[in-house]
């Protein structure tokens, strides 16, 4: 074999190289988590900078705002939940995933209360929230991590 054979080999192995593999996924998920923590912090200054106007607009307002803003923050740390459990197990739990869809559709649901909204929205908003909840028992009950 030349060397021009092996320098190939070597650099093919590189590419499916498990460790190399692991740490470019580390680092991928680690700037992602560092995106959605700067993300939190400037929805916290907003929070913050939107009590100001609490003087000017009234308390309810502003109270929808401040509502939604925090559940989509929630809906955050609930994908920095995913991204952790996909660093510390290798693999993404479903019932993670139900939770931020969950979280964010809840979210939309207490959106409506404070907009012009159908009875067939709000249905549809119930019945896709009941599911998911049916679906994240159905995970939680029959996971592979499940102990009899």
Do not use: C
Request: hydrophobic share 60%.
């Amino acid at each position: 074999m030349t060397n021009h054979a092996i320098t190939k080999n070597k650099n093919l192995l590189l590419l499916i190289d498990t460790d190399w593999h692991a740490r470019a996924i580390q680092s991928i998920v680690g700037v992602l988590m560092l995106s959605l923590y700067l993300w939190i912090a400037a929805g916290i200054i907003g929070l913050i900078i939107n009590l100001q106007h609490i003087v000017k607009l009234g308390w309810a307002g502003i109270a929808e705002h401040i509502i939604i803003d925090v559940v989509l923050i929630l809906a955050i740390l609930e994908l920095i939940r995913i991204l952790q459990s996909y660093l510390a197990l290798g693999r993404v739990k479903v019932t993670f995933i139900l939770d931020v869809a969950l979280v964010v559709l809840i979210g939309e649901l207490i959106g409506l209360w404070y907009k012009e909204y159908t009875l067939t929205e709000v249905g549809l908003h119930i019945a896709v929230i009941a599911m998911l909840t049916l679906l994240r028992i159905v995970s939680i009950r029959f996971s592979p991590d499940a102990v009899d």
